[in-house]
């Protein structure tokens, strides 16, 4: 059986799911806490980080971007990344966004420290941190609104990675209730037609041990 490695409320280890859903590639979820350190884990990944792929001839492919660009090759039925070298150019460009400067922007400022950061034991959230990551998250929802509104996924017409980038992020922070959905409707349009994808149900309807989601959480008429 196909193994991932992935760790819950990761945007990174949801973005890979999702891809895996979207080609209809069957797989075993296997939860792998980074925090707990365990050396068997290291021998597939010497970063320590994930998500990881095996497939089933034992091939291992470690990172979301591998990972990403690996599916996309070894199983191009449902394309994801465009059909032309723009549009190619385009999605990467988008997938660069999200993993990137929204992650370091929001994310990490957000999700990081009101979670991951108690698992490495790095003391208590920093309030401050959190704050600047609520205000940054205000520009992405206006780029996101303004992507929705020229297109009708945010790379074009169909369905992309840049999506799946944009939504794994999203729906991590929307678990811990931190999207002020009101702010741009053209952006909670956009998810809402990302959470009535079958690759995204069963990601929404999952829940975190101790913590719990807002009521519209796995909504998508929310």
Known sequence: MRLLYHTHLSPFCRKIRMIMREKSLNFELVQENPWDKNLDFFALNPAGEV??????????????YAIGEYLEEAYPQNCLLGETLAQRAEVRRLIDWFDHKFDYEVTKNI????????????????????????????YHLDYIGYLASERYFLAGDTLTLADLAAASHISALDYLGDIPWEYNKMAQNWYALMKSRPSMRCILAERVRGV????YYDNPDF
């Not at 998500?51 to 979301?64: D, H, K, Y």
């Not at 719990?212 to 009521?215: E, I, M, W």
Request: hydrophobic fraction near 35%; aromatic fraction near 10%.
């Open 51 to 64: 998500p990881v792929l095996v497939e089933e001839n034992g091939t291992v492919i470690s990172g979301a």
């Open 111 to 138: 999700l990081f420290e009101k979670t991951f950061k108690h698992y490495f034991g790095y003391g208590a959230p920093n309030s401050e941190t959190i704050r600047i990551g609520k205000q940054s998250m205000l």
């Open 212 to 215: 719990r989601p807002p009521a």
